[in-house]
């Protein structure tokens, strides 16, 4: 394929993926006019508007756009002739096109509306105090560390070997950064942390003063980054570094009230939809016939191939196709229609 050939051809796909003008249906006076085919101004415009900023800034000459036009004629042309073939009655086609009628009637008729007007005050502030704890979480540390168990009467002599042991790590770390988790995987006294290196995970001050006690808890988020230390607890001696912080997070309804209005708008149309989809259902009276339905072989997937939702037919995803799934929000623009990219006619 040469580079001139390539060119044109990614062009004439970019074209044909547009949303095409129905014939009969076009304004505007004519840039190009022939047998069953004709491209209008207005055509022209719409067709060269759905292209990137990037793209139209290439068709400001005459000459450029005498370019675009042959790609839009080329367009025509195959499309004409497609439909004197009869292809339009294709069976290919015709599932294209009740793809995108089932498309067009999900977003006509879940996809309008504004979550603003929609969902008041007090529903909004509803979902906040039910779910405070996504939007006001506490601060909490990460922490490794290596435990020397104790009880009342070896207490004070753990208490030197936790020390010790300090001090150890301490030597270790100039040479070894991950001295400490070494300690903890060889020496822990806690099962529960000793396999992962003494990784004791994110925890907030009152999780860790539950766990380790409230001493622990309070000199813990006292602790500088990197700093190594010996706290006390009711289990014995932890020799505690701070691996990892989060910062609290104390969002107000006001600051997330667009958040959750958009959420609940969409789950409004989405049971709006299922609703929807029920009713119609219960009003064609559909049967299922187990019987025939069992019968029915399913192929074998090939590698590599796209796994299709059940029960959609092929190229009707969640995502790009015209499956009659739940509507998207409102502030997510309507996908164009499927088209397929026309071979370009040869020179």
Known sequence: MTRGFAATFALATLIAACKPTPPGQKTGPAVAQGDGVTVTADEFKARLDEQSPFIRQRYQTLERKKEFLDNLIRFEVLAHAAEKEGLQNDPDVQLTLRKVMVQKLVQKRFSEGDAAKEVPDADVQKFYDEHKDEFQKPARLRLAGTLVAAN????????????????????????????????????????????????????????????????????????????????????????????????????????????????????????????????????????????????????????????????????????????????????????????????????
């Open 152 to 347: 009342d009467k070896d207490r004070a002599a753990k208490s030197q070997a936790a020390k010790k042991t300090l001090a150890q790590v301490k030597a270790a770390e100039k040479k070894d950064p991950m001295a400490l988790q070494n300690v903890a995987r060889t020496s822990s006294d806690d099962a529960a942390t000793k396999p992962t290196g003494g990784d004791l995970g994110f925890k907030s001050k009152d999780e860790l003063a539950k766990q380790y006690g409230p001493a622990f808890a309070a000199a813990a988020f006292q602790l500088k980054d990197g700093e190594i230390v010996v706290l006390d607890t009711p289990q014995g001696f932890w020799i505690v570094r701070v691996t990892g912080r989060q910062d609290e997070v104390n969002r107000p309804v006001d600051q997330v009230k667009p958040q959750i209005q958009q959420r609940l708008f969409r789950e409004k149309r989405t049971k709006e939809f299922d609703e929807y989809v029920k009713r119609l259902r219960d009003d064609a009276h559909v049967t299922v016939n187990d019987a025939e339905l069992e019968k029915i072989p399913v192929a074998q997937a090939s590698p590599g191939g796209h796994n299709m939702m059940p029960g959609m037919p092929g190229g009707m995803g969640p995502h790009g196709g015209a499956a009659p799934m739940p509507p998207p929000p409102a502030a997510t623009p309507a996908p164009a229609p499927p088209a397929s990219a026309p071979a370009p006619a040869s020179k």
